[in-house]
């Protein structure tokens, strides 16, 4: 297959219509029929010629192109990038490219095999450590936080973890279970919860219900009571236990996966999980499993008063909906690997198995139910396009809608517009070379100077995750090597690029 230089100015603009005018009239030129060397002005004749005595081409094209081709012989265009954001380059209008962040977080930091990242919107980094059993969290400068204690040496071993706006901090072991730990609640302290509570209903009256029972989840849930008034206490060893990471979902428990009648929740895989991006009470989980996504609601448990005066809920997950099923077509599941919600509400998810390797689908209320139609489709969005994608761990989306996906096999980050469509890669290096193509017809031949654009792989060995924060920086998880790297545009490179601490 032939390929065009991408454009960089009006001269690479000339030169590749001249290229395209040369494919589309010689269409039958072999790829191995190309070969790369210096050109001299004799080619203007060989042209020409060769133009000349092709009948689809007519008079008026003829000089079009002979113009075309002297403007683009006298082209010539170097730019060298620059290793790293510590040199100072200036780079011209349309010459953007994903430089590298120094210094790259490793071994240093404690990392040993990061797996999953997410940020808070305090900016907040947290990274799933399957190596170190631990759920880290850092600084946007790289430094180990306080605080969080917890969440490491942790008795299972992490393989996703995400945050909602209340700062619960939701992680999963790739099993049927679904853990919690709120750092607000930490942050603050509890004074005490409530033991027992009054609930008034107007045609049955009051009632009161001790919080440990099992009817307190009961009329603590039910749209015709309401919670008139609570005693306070301070059972110690429940306190301490919501304090400390525990299950959320369990897909064994019925408690929790109730409503969910159409599967073996207790045989689910979790893959990945998603908060959303909003203030909404569910978050999204991937059963690999059985080939779904599915969304589990926050339920209230207990009443907490919290050392500030601030009275606060705790929750547990119930299963609400399966939110898309198997099948090989847009917006099916099939071996899901990676998820994201956006703003919107929009929902994108990575996949191994086929067709289609990245979705994005949409929640649409239709009457009692909520449908999920697919937003991307394949011959519209290059995100669809088949075999763009080799075996990709994750997706991420930015609040421009901006798509980021690991490509892990193929060792780069595609990055893609709003619309889905390619805007740039990140975690490889390109080199720009001036090059002949000779292009053989017979005894014809053209010779035609151009630019081609070379792409060096390696230094991203196996990406297993992305995100992207506020500022666009994009994180990357290079599972194999233990490292975290760290990718900025080349066009912000005037703006302060101090980290946020």
Same mark, same amino acid.
């Given at each position: 297959m032939h390929k065009l230089k991408s454009l960089k100015s009006p001269c690479l603009l000339l030169e590749n219509l001249l290229i395209a005018m040369l494919l589309i009239t010689f269409p039958a030129f072999p790829p191995a029929t190309i070969k790369i060397n210096r050109m ?47 040199d100072n380059t200036e780079f011209s209008a349309g010459d953007t490219t994903y430089l590298l962040i120094q210094p790259i977080w490793d071994e240093s930091m404690g990392l040993q095999s990061p ?213 090989? +077509?847009?917006? *099916? @599941?099939?071996?899901? =690997? ?6 919107? #509400?929009?929902?994108?998810?990575? $996949? ?89 017809? +017979?005894?014809? *031949? @053209?010779?035609?100077? =151009? ?6 792989? #390696?230094?991203?060995?196996?990406? $297993? ?37």
């Open positions: 001299g002005r004799a080619g203007i004749r060989k042209i020409l010629t060769l133009f000349s005595s092709h009948t689809k081409l007519c008079k008026g094209l003829y000089y079009f192109i002979f113009l075309i081709f002297l403007t683009a012989n006298a082209c010539v265009e170097k730019m060298l990038l620059p290793d790293s954001l510590d797996v999953e990242i997410s940020i808070a919107l305090d900016g907040h980094v947290f990274v799933a450590d399957t190596g170190a059993k631990s759920i880290f969290v850092f600084s946007q400068n790289g430094d180990l936080l306080d605080g969080f204690e917890e969440l490491q040496n942790l008795s299972i071993t992490p393989i996703d973890v995400d945050i909602d706006q209340k700062m619960n901090i939701y992680f999963t072991d790739g099993s049927q279970e679904i853990y919690v730990w709120n750092q607000f609640i930490n942050d603050v302290g509890v004074e005490e919860m409530a033991i027992s509570g009054s609930f008034y209903n107007e045609s049955a009256g009051s009632v009161t219900i001790d919080a440990f029972s099992s009817d307190w989840f009961v009329y603590l849930n039910h749209s015709d009571w309401t919670l008139e008034y609570v005693n306070w206490g301070t059972p110690q060893n429940v306190i301490d236990s919501l304090l400390a990471p525990h299950i959320f979902y369990d897909g064994a428990n019925p408690v929790h996966s109730f409503n969910d009648i159409y599967y073996e929740s207790e045989s689910s895989s979790f893959s990945g999980l998603s908060a959303t991006g909003n203030a909404s009470n569910f978050i999204y989980a991937l059963d690999h499993n059985h080939n779904r996504i599915i969304r589990i609601d926050l339920q209230r448990t207990h009443l907490l008063k919290l050392s500030n005066g601030d009275e606060i809920w705790t929750h547990r997950g119930v299963f609400k909906s399966s939110v898309s099923e198997t099948g090989t +077509g847009a917006g *099916t @599941v099939n071996k899901p =690997t990676g998820i994201d919600v956006d703003y919107a #509400g929009n929902i994108y998810y990575a $996949q191994t198995g086929d067709f289609f390797s990245v979705h994005k689908i949409r929640p649409v209320a239709s009457g009692t139910y909520t449908i999920y139609p697919s937003v991307f489709q394949q011959g519209i969005n290059d995100i669809m396009d088949l075999f763009r994608f080799s075996n990709p761990a994750d997706v991420a989306v930015d609040n421009n809608q901006f798509v980021y996906v690991a490509n892990t096999e193929a060792q780069e980050i595609q990055v893609f517009d709003s619309d889905g469509q390619f805007f740039l890669k990140a975690g490889i290096e390109t080199f720009t070379v001036d090059t002949i193509l000779y292009i053989y017809n +017979g005894s014809d *031949t @053209v010779a035609v100077d =151009t630019f081609m654009t070379i792409e060096e792989k #390696g230094f991203l060995v196996e990406p $297993q995750s992305v995100t992207v924060d506020t500022r666009g920086i994009i994180y990357i998880c290079d599972t194999v090597t233990g490292r975290i790297l760290r990718y900025r545009l080349s066009n912000q490179l005037d703006e302060d690029l101090q980290p946020v601490n």
